[in-house]
């Protein structure tokens, strides 16, 4: 299997924001327009945007309507709290060309961190993938989540569609993440040598452990990110001494 109709629906919203014809202050048009200008039904659309929402891509504005949550800028990457969740979503809206090479899709059995995040579990998908802006590398990643609950993902084509989109066909797509964040060396791993060599270059690690509910955690992944390309924000909360 390959794509999901609203995905399809989203790449031609995203289209719209690259050509401009969406701004961060203009208010997208109804569902019903939007569906009759991209050929999709009104479900489709709705869906479509309402992956976008969660993507943090778009926001909606109770009793107004549907905007864009960023402007298209050029410059680096955003990651993190309120950055887009989707990094190819971003780096098209910012003019780029993203794409993404899937180095090892496997199973892999009894890895004892593994275990002991996941409990119940003993399979697990590991996806490894090198995201890259303008073919230059700037993000590396391996995912894990468990196979008893994503048993037909070897069916798809992870360079080409999201892993959260996938998911959330699935209806298993996390919304609550616990994240940690730390700094590294080009030597920590192997596929760090994938980035731009510069051995005294600091690499942005960062864990997340992806929920649907507080109890139930379906994907744990590791990213790293070139920090010369990035920049990850985190709202941290405030208390008055």
Known sequence: MGNF??????????????????????????????AQKLGFSRMTIKKAITSLVEDHVLTRRP??????LHGK??????????????LTQ????????????????KLVYDVPFLTKLFPNYTEFYELIR?????DIAFSIQKAYFPFRLFEDAHRYD????????????KNLRPDLFHQRIRTCQLNADPLLKNFKNDHNKLVLNVEYLGYTRPDCLVEYTKSYFDADQVDFRVELPYSPQ
């Not at 995203?14 to 019903?32: A, D, T, V």
């Not at 009793?63 to 864009?68: R, S, W």
């Not at 800028?73 to 989707?86: C, E, H, K, L, V």
């Not at 090198?130 to 303008?134: C, E, N, V």
């Open 5 to 34: 109709l609203y995905t399809a629906a989203k790449e031609k919203i995203i289209s719209l924001i690259e050509n401009n014809q969406i701004k961060g202050n203009q208010r997208l048009p109804s569902e019903r327009i939007l």
């Open 158 to 169: 992870f360079s080409k569609i999201s892993l959260y989109d996938y998911m959330g066909y």
């Open 90 to 105: 971003t780096i098209k809206i910012k003019g780029g060309k993203p794409s993404s090479e899937v180095k090892s899709f």
């Open 130 to 134: 090198i995201r890259k802006y303008d």
């Open 63 to 68: 009793g107004d309507g549907t905007y864009l």
């Open 73 to 86: 800028y050029p410059g680096r990457i955003d990651t993190g709290d309120d950055a887009p969740w989707s």
